[in-house]
């Protein structure tokens, strides 16, 4: 197949950026994908590799020279790495594309048309599907509260996950079927204006990793844009291919949810808020205590959410400030 890059005697009207980390394969195939669907306008793809050990780098460069592939000497995290890609775009707007997404037919067209179609959205994102084409909902979120924190914290989320009053951050129920908006477009599917994109200043930095799009979007929401996804968007995604440890994957979750608090919300709503996050990682070691106990071995659920607990110092310290020693 041959794959081409943008036309040099038209303008760039979209530039995709891919962040990779330690997944080549998926990496290889989410561009052929890419290529093999391309958007219905010129377009550009900028990869930036956050130093894979994997030699991703030295992969993507043969396979795709027409890609613009930014080497990174160190592991900068997925903010400051879009960040860095996104001062080469060209585009009038900016897709940023996770690394583990595999492009369907009508993926970009879809999403492309959705944009032109509402174009005072100034964020678009689309319908998220697992490998099997079932739906993934985790292509947009409603924002975190106190209230969601609670649920979450006593176990009404999961035991709830299709109620809107339980699982409000999920949307409950909602299959993610008609045009909507939400207060979160999720970052491995996100459209936005270069224009707005530049007046943020990009995502936050201070984000290693996770929640630094619920910050772009809270923040574009209060400059006037109203993030929103159809169903005519559809691609598949696998979701958190690049974590090492189911551990290491929750620990980072909660250091940007933490730093999200603190960006956001009062100071006594964030003392609540990190009281919750306490109350569900230790609720969580008990249960997990528990269940061990009844049984002959003590399992990996034990050993998961007690390294979650005894990392408690360094979640709760977000991400802009150094973590605390472990317990």
């Given at each position: 197949?041959?794959?081409?890059?943008?036309?040099?005697?038209?303008?760039?009207?979209?530039?995709?950026?891919?962040?990779?980390?330690?997944?080549?394969?998926?990496?290889?195939?989410?561009?052929?994908?890419?290529?093999?669907?391309?958007?219905?306008?010129?377009?550009e793809?900028?990869?930036?590799?956050?130093?894979?050990?994997?030699a991703?780098?030295?992969?993507?460069?043969?396979?795709?020279?027409?890609?613009?592939?930014?080497?990174?000497?160190?592991?900068?995290?997925?903010?400051?790495?879009?960040?860095?890609?996104?001062?080469?775009?060209?585009?009038?707007?900016?897709?940023?594309?996770?690394p583990?997404?595999?492009?369907?037919?009508?993926?970009?067209?879809?999403?492309?048309?959705?944009?032109?179609?509402?174009?005072?959205?100034?964020?678009?994102?689309?319908?998220?599907?697992?490998?099997?084409?079932?739906?993934?909902?985790?292509?947009?979120?409603?924002?975190?509260?106190?209230?969601?924190?609670?649920?979450?914290?006593?176990?009404?989320?999961?035991?709830?996950?299709?109620?809107?009053?339980?699982?409000?951050?999920?949307?409950?129920?909602?299959?993610?079927?008609?045009?909507?908006?939400?207060?979160?477009?999720?970052?491995?599917?996100?459209?936005?204006?270069?224009?707005?994109?530049?007046?943020?200043g990009?995502?936050?930095e201070?984000?290693?990793?996770?929640?630094?799009?619920?910050?772009?979007?809270?923040?574009?929401?209060?400059?006037?844009?109203?993030?929103?996804?159809?169903?005519?968007a559809?691609?598949?995604?696998?979701?958190?291919?690049?974590?090492?440890?189911?551990?290491?994957?929750?620990?980072?979750?909660?250091?940007?949810?933490?730093?999200?608090?603190?960006?956001?919300?009062?100071?006594?709503?964030?003392?609540?808020?990190?009281?919750?996050?306490?109350?569900?990682?230790?609720?969580?070691?008990?249960?997990?205590?528990?269940?061990?106990?009844?049984?002959?071995?003590?399992?990996?659920?034990?050993?998961?959410?007690?390294?979650?607990?005894?990392?408690?110092?360094?979640?709760l310290?977000?991400?802009?400030?150094?973590?605390?020693?472990?317990?």
């Amino acid at each position: 197949m041959a794959f081409v890059g943008p036309k040099d005697d038209q303008p760039v009207e979209l530039s995709i950026i891919v962040i990779s980390y330690n997944t080549k394969v998926l990496t290889l195939e989410a561009l052929a994908s890419l290529f093999r669907f391309p958007p219905p306008v010129n377009f550009e793809v900028i990869v930036l590799d956050n130093k894979s050990p994997d030699a991703s780098a030295e992969a993507i460069a043969k396979a795709f020279p027409q890609v613009e592939l930014i080497a990174h000497p160190t592991n900068v995290g997925f903010a400051k790495a879009n960040n860095i890609a996104a001062e080469r775009a060209r585009g009038r707007r900016l897709l940023l594309l996770n690394p583990d997404t595999v492009t369907l037919e009508n993926s970009h067209a879809g999403h492309w048309a959705f944009a032109e179609r509402e174009p005072e959205r100034g964020i678009w994102g689309g319908r998220t599907l697992f490998p099997d084409l079932t739906l993934n909902p985790t292509s947009c979120w409603r924002r975190m509260t106190l209230w969601s924190l609670l649920c979450s914290a006593l176990g009404l989320t999961h035991m709830f996950p299709n109620s809107r009053l339980f699982s409000s951050e999920a949307y409950g129920d909602w299959k993610r079927d008609k045009v909507a908006d939400v207060d979160v477009v999720t970052g491995c599917f996100l459209m936005i204006d270069t224009a707005l994109w530049r007046r943020l200043g990009g995502f936050d930095e201070a984000f290693f990793m996770y929640a630094e799009e619920a910050d772009l979007c809270l923040r574009a929401k209060a400059l006037g844009a109203r993030p929103g996804i159809s169903p005519e968007a559809e691609i598949v995604h696998m979701g958190g291919v690049s974590e090492v440890t189911g551990v290491d994957k929750i620990v980072r979750t909660v250091r940007g949810r933490v730093t999200l608090m603190r960006k956001h919300w009062s100071p006594p709503a964030v003392a609540l808020g990190k009281a919750l996050m306490l109350l569900w990682s230790g609720l969580r070691l008990v249960g997990s205590r528990f269940i061990s106990g009844r049984r002959d071995e003590p399992g990996a659920s034990g050993a998961k959410w007690r390294e979650v607990w005894s990392r408690r110092g360094e979640w709760l310290a977000g991400y802009d400030a150094p973590p605390k020693a472990r317990t």
